[in-house]
């Protein structure tokens, strides 16, 4: 079955940085576009960074907010989705999302979600 499997995340000072990594199983993943979202407490999922698929060209996309802060990547050789994230501040303290595809449906897969955390 399709699976999303992230690891990374954790507690980190501003200014600080991390990795997340989305390891993914199940289909075919170098056809799809992937992304990350994240999640504050109380408000809906947001759109983070996305990437195209190798076969587009993997181009990166970023929220206004990260941009130059943030960099999405993929290795299609180990079906596996990274989110390098430099320059931490308390504003992105939330839990990060992996999926496939860019748009949400119902029923699209998911990682189980990370919880990364700025702070002094």
């Known amino acids: 079955q399709v699976q999303l499997v992230q690891s990374g995340g954790g507690l980190v000072q501003p200014g600080g940085s991390l990795t997340l990594t989305c390891a993914a199983s199940g289909f075919t993943f170098s056809d799809y576009y992937m992304s990350w979202y994240r999640q504050f407490p109380g408000e809906q999922r947001e759109l983070v960074a996305s990437?195209?698929?190798?076969?587009?060209?993997?181009?990166?996309d970023y929220a206004d907010s990260v941009k130059s802060r943030f960099t999405i990547s993929r290795d299609d050789s180990k079906d596996t989705l990274y989110l390098q994230m430099n320059s931490l501040i308390p504003g992105d303290t939330a839990v990060y999302y992996c999926?496939?595809?860019?748009?949400?449906?119902?029923?699209?897969?998911w990682g189980q979600g990370t919880q990364v955390t700025v702070s002094s």
């Open positions: 990437i195209s698929s190798s076969r587009h060209g993997a181009r990166p």
């Open positions: 999926k496939r595809g860019v748009e949400v449906y119902v029923g699209d897969p």
